[in-house]
């Protein structure tokens, strides 16, 4: 799940990207992100899945974008200057993820990750691999891989339908 490197108490560390969807703050791990761009004009694609915003040319290559804020059913909200496109590489499935900021890169230990509670609001707990605890705030920490694949999935399944 994630890459680790020792830190200096021989904790575990763990690296990730922070970003929010409104007032939550989320994580993905770093080694996933391949590129962070600013917003840029989405192709729509017809009968693609809700969350699928379309798909965009990044260097010759067609990739998928999806909203996050749709896809965990979140309120919309007009994007901005902080809106940013998050590109991620899962195994070769590259989607982009559009958020509403990108935060920061974290270097955390290990052990301020705990596994999400059983009832966790707002966000499918299906996509959330834990839960971090930083300085008076918590970030979910999301399995993007399960994300990649439900994408992927859908899109395909669109493909088929249409076909």
């Known amino acids: 799940m994630f890459e680790n490197n020792k830190g200096t108490a021989g904790d575990d560390l763990i690296q990730l990207v922070s970003f929010n969807l409104g007032s939550e703050e989320f994580g993905i791990d770093i080694l996933k992100v391949q590129e962070i761009n600013r917003m840029v004009e989405i192709t ?32 919309n909200k007009e994007r901005d200057k902080n809106s940013r496109i998050v590109v991620c ?10 958020v509403d900021a990108v935060s920061e890169v974290l270097r955390i230990p290990s052990s301020t990750v705990e596994p999400p509670p059983a009832i966790v609001t707002g966000v499918d707990q299906h996509y959330i691999s834990g839960v971090v605890k930083l300085e ?14 439900d994408v992927h999935s859908a899109i395909e399944e669109t493909e088929l339908v249409t076909a």
Do not use: C, W
């Open 44 to 75: 729509k694609v017809p009968q693609a899945p809700h969350y699928v915003e379309g798909v965009i040319n990044l260097r010759g290559k067609v990739i998928p974008v999806i909203d996050l804020r749709t896809k965990f059913g979140l309120p």
């Open 89 to 98: 590489d899962v195994r070769g499935d590259i989607i982009g993820m559009v």
């Open 136 to 149: 008076g705030r918590l970030l979910l920490f999301l399995d993007i891989s399960r994300i990649a694949t």
